[in-house]
């Protein structure tokens, strides 16, 4: 297994700019999850998915959108990137929601920076 | 509200010397489950251990040990006999049952341990 990944680990984008954040998991886990981590601020929830076509929005969902076509992959978009999207971003995904009793497994991280 | 305090910003100790994280949460669920995570200077996120709220039993695993005290709503992390390794950046983390099990996170406490 592959466990989660994440692509690409570095992207630098210019303001106004889109682009899509990769996520992909090949343990056939339900729960996915998008966390930014910036300085101080520890990791924060901006979108999550309990399974295929379902998602809800986490703490600091604004400026992103996702969507869960498949149970493998999960993208994160930046619509219009900002300079306060910058940030390492995480992805996490766990067999069944993460209160039963499964690990939930992160992805290496992707490093944004936003100019 | 969920909330999860973590006042300790950076400790450092000398190696062999004992070292306590603390982690103090709010929460208004019955049912809630608790994490620790380390994230070393690499950056990736490792999880160490879930407990749920049924279940106040401390835990041991090696040199690491959990205190779980709902009176005081804490889950302390210590960590005996510290090595260099263990230097690292510590989340405590919370999900609620009735909250879809989204974790939420600590703002993290960044451990020194010196040589």
């Known amino acids: 297994n592959a466990g989660v990944t994440q692509t690409p680990k570095f992207q630098v984008l210019k303001t106004g700019q889109s682009m899509t954040l990769q996520c992909a998991q090949d343990m056939n886990h339900e729960y996915m999850s998008w966390y930014r981590q910036d300085p101080g601020m520890g990791l924060r929830l901006i979108h999550y998915s309990v399974g295929a076509g379902i998602t809800d929005q986490g703490e ?40 039963t009793t499964d690990t939930q497994y992160f992805g290496p991280g992707t490093r944004l920076t936003v100019l | 509200a969920q909330k999860v305090t973590q006042a300790q910003t950076e400790i450092s100790v000398v190696e062999k010397e004992d070292v306590t994280l603390d982690c103090v949460y709010e929460t208004r669920d019955t049912t809630y489950y ?51 390794v263990d230097s690292a950046v510590y989340f405590c983390a919370l999900s609620e049952a009735q909250r879809d099990d989204k974790i939420i996170f600590g703002k993290g406490t960044r451990l020194h341990i010196l040589p």
């Open chain 2, 34 to 84: 608790l994490f620790w995570y380390k994230q070393p200077p690499s950056g990736e996120l490792v999880f160490l251990i879930r407990r749920n709220s049924f279940d106040e039993q401390n835990e041991i695993s090696g040199r690491y040990s959990w205190n779980f005290q709902k009176s005081t709503s804490s889950f302390n992390f210590t960590i005996t006999a510290s090595q260099v």
């Open chain 1, 60 to 99: 600091v969902p604004n400026g992103y959108n996702v969507s869960r076509s498949t149970t493998e992959d999960f993208p994160l978009r930046l619509l219009s990137a900002a300079p306060s999207q910058t940030s390492v971003y995480f992805c996490a995904s766990s067999y069944s929601r993460t209160g």
